[in-house]
């Protein structure tokens, strides 16, 4: 984790005024306006708003997976928004997980081998990556599914393995895109109470787009943004301040600074 240093106190994720604008042929979209935000170590940060509002781009920046036009990313306090393209690869493999609608799971690979696949990536050693898969996989409740393949697995199981392909590699931050969309809601309940029991655990902040309102209502705080820019910020709530007063006191030093 070269560019980062992972055990620096403060946010893990900080946007500051960031600015994207697409170009489509003649036309010019702007996507963001003028975003800035702070994700905190084990926080869960939700940001909501209609289609069309900035939120996928959002999270492709945050996600390094595209550059602002203005603005900076920091993470743990490294700026990061205009790593080369191999310096971004390496750093969203060591310190960054996904979790998106689909799963993205690959058929042809078991369970186990799945969530194994980020260590495998990062040449991980094979005894560290057998126990990491294991433990991780004991902690979403999957381990008597090692062996099997996704598809013998329920839509709740699945996104259970893609949560726990996100956390394998203890990522700093895990970037989440509609995570519950096409689950029932009381899956989509576990998911999200198990999504919070590994942040919590590992200090890990997540970046959460969602529609969904039982999600949004169970968040630590809700961004909403509408036509690129922050429409509405909620403050973080009660149980999640008592736990993390400090870290809120350390985000709010390194936002100011
Ligand atoms: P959301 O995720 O909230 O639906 P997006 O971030 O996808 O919003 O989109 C924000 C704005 O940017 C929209 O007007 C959208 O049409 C536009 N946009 C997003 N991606 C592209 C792209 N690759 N090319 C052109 N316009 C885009």
Request: with cysteine; glycine share 8%; aromatic share 2%.
């Amino acid at each position: 984790m070269s560019a980062v240093n992972a055990s620096r106190p403060g946010p893990v994720l900080v946007l500051q005024d960031l600015h994207k604008t697409y170009r489509l042929g003649q036309h010019v979209v702007p996507a963001l306006r003028g975003v800035s935000l702070a994700v905190q170590p084990g926080e869960l940060l939700a940001l909501t708003g209609p289609s069309g509002s900035g939120k996928s781009t959002v999270l492709n920046l945050a996600g390094l997976i595209d550059r602002p036009d203005a603005g900076r990313i920091l993470l743990r306090g490294s700026e990061v928004q205009a790593l080369d393209t191999t310096a971004a690869t390496l750093l969203r493999r060591d310190a960054i997980g996904f979790i998106f609608q689909g799963f993205n799971l690959v058929p042809v690979m078991t369970v186990a081998e799945n969530v194994d696949y980020p260590l495998f990536i990062a040449n991980l050693p094979a005894a560290q990556r057998r126990a990491r898969v294991a433990e991780v996989l004991q902690a979403v409740g999957l381990q008597e599914h090692a062996q099997h393949r996704p598809d013998a697995l329920s839509g709740g199981q699945r996104q259970r393995v893609a949560i726990a392909r996100a956390l394998v590699k203890r990522p700093l931050l895990v970037i989440a895109d509609e995570p519950t969309a096409s689950l029932d809601s009381v899956t989509a309940d576990a998911v999200l109470d198990l999504i919070r029991a590994q942040a919590h655990a590992l200090g890990t902040a997540c970046l959460i787009a969602t529609h969904d309102e039982r999600l949004l209502r169970r968040c630590d705080r809700v961004v909403a943004l509408r036509d690129g820019v922050i429409e509405q910020a909620s403050l973080p709530n009660a149980d999640y301040l008592a736990d993390h007063q400090a870290d809120h006191q350390a985000g709010r030093q390194g936002l100011a600074a």
